[in-house]
């Protein structure tokens, strides 16, 4: 999506008053690709995104990122994009 249909989209819509800012960075590594988001509207916030096949699946973490887990937040709707926005 371009910038100015997003602009557009954001006019038009009532539902995206709220926004999380965010800059992502994307790679792949082990055969997983990692989407690691930092929310820039908190400090010191960062998720890290796997899809998996199954929840059975392991993750194969890259040291510079099994490094900095600190928590687990797969199903808490706290992190959630949605409930991110609402802070």
Do not use: H, W
């Amino acid at each position: 999506i371009f910038e100015c249909e997003m602009q557009d989209y954001i006019k038009n819509y009532s539902l995206l008053k709220k926004l999380v800012a965010k800059k992502r960075y994307i790679f792949n590594q082990n055969g997983f690709k990692f989407e690691v988001d930092e929310c820039l509207s908190f400090k010191k916030l960062v998720i890290c995104e796997v899809e998996l096949e199954s929840e059975e699946t392991e993750i194969i973490f890259p040291d510079p990122i099994k490094q900095q887990i600190v928590y687990e937040v797969t199903g808490i709707k706290e992190f959630s994009n949605y409930n991110l926005a609402d802070r």
